[in-house]
């Protein structure tokens, strides 16, 4: 079956401007996550959804960051004013549900993120 | 404090032998789950292997299998056999507590596998 997508893969954009990352989980996932990895680090949390809800955006670095899951399904991660400092990759992650231990994640290939 | 770490930044092994990849924790929890996932130059995320706080035996999948010290709070991935597709780089990975909605990450090790 079909793992997890995310579009773009690349995303190159000039300082200010908005942008906007997709991410189409596992059929059948309802728990989805967003990761932010910068070069030479491991994945930072972001967000986590159950379904629609958004049941932890701890991670958010701040109000410039939002993510939205309108139909349980696919996400979109939306950056405003971007800066220069958002630019890394940006993983989604899928898993069975959240709220149980041992499901691991299962993670797309990333958005390369670019601020100029 | 950080909750994984990971001090090996960098590892060689010689094809075929076998490789411990470090990884110590941090957590209060009880009740936690250790996941190692594989991070080849392509940038996609593969896990494998997982191993919960209540686990009696070490977890083993394949040539994988994870050297978990719950007194000394470490969780570390050995693989035997090293090919060279093993070459990539290994984070280790905590979940806490029964509602975990978060993994926390350690800065990963790369490993390269010298034929």
């Known amino acids: 079956g079909a793992g997890v997508s995310q579009t773009p893969s690349n995303k190159v954009t000039e300082k200010g401007k908005y942008v906007e990352l997709r991410c189409d989980p596992i059929?059948?996932?309802?728990?989805l996550y967003w990761y932010r990895q910068s070069l030479g680090q491991g994945p930072e949390f972001l967000i986590y959804?159950?379904?629609?809800?958004?049941?932890?955006d701890s991670g958010l670095p701040n109000d410039r960051f939002f993510a939205v899951r309108p139909e349980g399904s696919v996400s979109t991660l939306k950056i405003q004013r971007t800066e220069r400092g958002d630019s890394a990759v940006y993983l989604c992650?899928?898993?069975?549900?959240?709220?149980?231990?041992?499901?691991?994640?299962?993670f797309g290939p990333g958005t390369r993120l670019t601020v100029t | 404090a950080q909750k994984i770490t990971q001090t090996q930044p960098g590892m060689f092994v010689q094809e075929k032998e076998a490789v411990t990849l470090d990884c110590t924790y941090d957590?209060?929890?009880?009740?936690?789950?250790l996941f190692w996932y594989k991070q080849p130059s392509s940038g996609e995320m593969i896990f494998l292997i997982y191993?919960?706080?209540?686990?009696?035996q070490n977890a083993t999948e394949g040539r994988y299998s994870l050297n978990f010290q719950k007194a000394r709070k470490s969780a570390n991935l050995v693989i035997s056999a090293s090919q060279l597709g093993d070459s990539a780089m290994y984070f280790c990975?905590?979940?806490?507590?029964?509602?975990?909605?978060?993994?926390?990450f350690g800065t990963g090790t790369s490993l390269t596998v010298i034929p």
């Open positions: 992650a899928s898993s069975l549900k959240g709220g149980t231990l041992s499901y691991e994640q299962y």
């Open positions: 059929s059948g996932h309802t728990a």
């Open positions: 959804f159950q379904g629609t809800g958004a049941a932890d």
């Open positions: 957590t209060s929890d009880q009740s936690y789950g």
């Open positions: 191993q919960g706080s209540y686990d009696e």
């Open positions: 990975a905590m979940r806490e507590g029964f509602t975990g909605n978060q993994f926390y």
